[in-house]
């Protein structure tokens, strides 16, 4: 034994997987999921602890403007690398979640700063990711979606720029997550297996809800399908070869919109999400529930702006969460978000369904096997746990465990459709 080891104090293991990367629980998320994406390509481990080393707990600011210079830094980088394009797109990608970090940041800053600062980063953002688009020579295309007079934002990501018909993986995204977010979430796994994937902003989401103020609808079928409607009619896409996926809040949109919309061959929910409200409701006082209950509006109203006074974090909380919905009445948005609910809808889902269900699930724990309980439709559960390192929401640090389980089940059911077709010659 050399001197420095027998002088060497008893080790305590690393606590980062259990114990957290920050106490601040949003901090700590973040931090894990912009670890998770450098698996697939998003920035590096090291730019990431380098990013978050030097920001306090819990400072909003620090964490914008730590976000706001990674940004900026890879951003410069992408323009330098104009000449490489495989550098200038990582360049570019990694930026472009840079900037979406920052953006999560921004209700933890006054008001005023705040409502000046929400815009410009989700276009630094936006305006990084078309730049990711451009240099992929053509592999990369967008698609826009005609959508009640007006039109959704799309990307066709192609593996190739051959326009050859190729199975799809439609994405749809949660509340508040960035499209770089979808890219280690199965786009870059769809492209590496010779699938298309299709990414979009729906109701509510980035740049409907900065640019445009259209708010969240819990009819998603209305959004889903017309995204279907194209893409069938798309050279570049293997209509008989659809797969849905939806991470976060979408594990209930995705299922509400498969009630109705049946084109799909095999979906998978990342977790499921029977009841939207529940990650609302379950820090509420009984007494609170029953005014809402009983609808009581003025006293509910009254209590909220009393608590939301007295706590500063649980003001930013509820201007986070209220905006996409477009209600600012207290009352009103927690009887809206009760609507999101899966229980009448899902006996009518046909289409085989693969649900995650991670350990130490945060938002809407114990609802994967919930959804599983009300569907009448081919489904499986895929747990997810710590001792793998796959535990929390959407198992931020395990993209390639959750990819490599996704993928599998959904090509088992397409390669069991491929056998059911008929041969071309027939």
């Known amino acids: 034994m050399t001197t420095s080891q027998s002088v060497r104090p008893a080790a305590t293991g690393s606590r980062a997987l259990t114990g957290g990367f920050f106490a601040n629980t949003d901090f700590d998320f973040e931090t894990r999921l912009a670890l998770g994406a450098t698996a697939y390509g998003v920035g590096d481990p090291g730019s990431v602890l380098a990013t978050v080393n030097g ?108 326009g050859a018909p190729r199975p799809t993986f439609v994405m749809t995204n949660g509340s508040d997550g960035a499209l770089t977010g979808l890219w280690s979430s199965g786009a870059a796994e769809a492209l590496a297996r010779g699938w298309n994937a299709f990414v979009y902003d729906g109701p509510g989401q980035q740049s409907l809800l900065f640019e445009r103020g259209v708010t969240f609808r819990p009819d998603w079928e209305a959004v889903l399908t017309p995204v279907v409607d194209v893409l069938v009619g798309r050279a570049d896409v293997d209509a008989q070869a659809l797969t849905a996926y939806g991470i976060s809040q979408a594990g209930y949109w995705l299922p509400r919109a498969l009630a109705f919309e049946h084109r799909f061959v095999a979906a998978v929910a990342d977790p499921g999400v029977v009841d939207v409200s529940t990650s609302w409701m379950s820090y509420m006082p009984r007494e609170m529930i029953a005014l809402l209950d009983n609808g009581q509006k003025d006293t509910f109203n009254a209590y909220m702006a009393e608590a939301a006074g007295q706590d500063p974090e649980l003001e930013r909380t509820f201007a986070f969460r209220a905006r996409p919905y477009g209600i600012d009445d207290p009352f009103d948005l927690f009887t809206a978000v009760r609507t999101y609910q899966l229980r009448d809808v899902a006996a009518q889902i046909r289409t085989p369904l693969l649900i995650t269900d991670p350990e130490d ?47 599998g089940w959904l090509s088992t ?11 071309p010659d027939r």
């Open 55 to 162: 920001i306090a707990d819990g400072d909003w600011r620090g964490w914008f403007s730590a976000w706001t210079h990674r940004g900026d830094l890879f951003a410069a980088l992408g323009v330098a690398s104009a000449a490489d394009p495989p550098g200038a797109m990582w360049a570019h990608l990694s930026a472009s979640a840079a900037y979406s970090r920052a953006l999560a940041a921004v209700d933890g800053l006054p008001a005023g700063e705040a409502a000046d600062l929400m815009l410009p980063t989700f276009r630094s953002s936006r305006r990084s990711w078309n730049a990711m688009i451009d240099s992929s020579g053509g592999r990369f295309v967008r698609v826009e979606i005609p959508y009640e007079g007006a039109r959704l934002p799309g990307y066709l990501l192609r593996p190739d720029a051959s």
């Open 361 to 407: 699930e945060q938002f809407w724990p114990g609802q994967s096997q919930q959804l599983a309980d009300l569907l009448t439709a081919p489904h499986e559960l895929a747990p997810f746990g710590v001792a793998d390192g796959a535990n929390f929401h959407c198992q931020p640090l395990a993209p390639r465990q959750t990819a490599q389980r996704i993928f």
């Open 413 to 423: 059911h397409l390669d069991a459709k491929r056998t059911r077709l008929p041969s």
